[in-house]
């Protein structure tokens, strides 16, 4: 029968909390870990920094955030020729008063602690990306526990299940990140979340309706046992050791939970997760 997808199916905790915004940008965390992380290390900026700050706001402690695309002058460059030679004034206009926003708005953040650094994530070195034991090992965190919140449109594939990676979870307390493309993808997605499940426990699980649902079916079966998936999920992993059997619920939750989970567009219904 394929109508439970057990890879991912939650633990289901108390104490979880929103950070962030109430719609994209916001995640779903298990709030007693807060306490035992150190810092907070993002992979994906893209011009929204709430959950962030929420988290240095929450804790005092500082944050690293990753991304080598804000800000890519070539890019940029092109765009802004681009929009020009089309006589798009306004637009082109906007484009430089967004960018020097957010370049005031990063600076002002460092400030706090709360550091933008201009590069991606990889499994190997590669111009503007590295990987996560030479970022720990550059910005000195070898003794830091860490949160770890990675959104990189795709990138994830090839960079969870790679060995260089997972050496360093060793570290990590909370594994937040972002599944894409889960129609091409889900055995991929059930070798990660297989290959995590014996240190990490997926306690949250969250559809972003910025894209659309689609059915696994079951060939073996009738259409009963049919299951639509969101094609980008949200998930949430906590280290098992730092889950106290008292935080254990034992009554299943129903996804999304109301006060807690917000439609990423908010103009359109959150997407309900039924295949738990």
Known sequence: MMNKVTFLTPIHVKNKI?????????????????????????????????????FHERTGKPVLMFDPTLFDQPAYAKKYRRLLKRLQLKEARTLR?????????????????????????SPEKNGKYDTLAHHIERFRLGDETLLLKIDIEGGEYGLLDHPRFLACLPQVNQLIFEFHDLKNRLRD??????????????????GNNYSPTFVAYDLGGDSANDVMIPDVIEVTLVRRTIIPQEDILQTPEAYPIPDLDYPNDPLQPDLSIRFL
């Open 97 to 121: 008063r967004e960018t020097q926003f957010w370049q005031r708005k990063f600076a002002e953040l460092k400030t706090r602690n709360v550091v933008f650094v201009e590069e991606g994530i």
């Open 189 to 206: 997605v059930e070798h990660i979340m297989r290959l995590l499940d014996p240190e990490f426990a997926l306690v949250h699980i969250h």
């Open 18 to 54: 929103r950070l962030g915004r109430t719609w994209d940008g916001g995640y779903v965390i298990y709030g007693p870990a807060l306490q035992s992380a150190d810092r907070l290390l993002t992979y994906g900026v893209g011009w929204e920094t709430s959950f962030e700050e929420a």
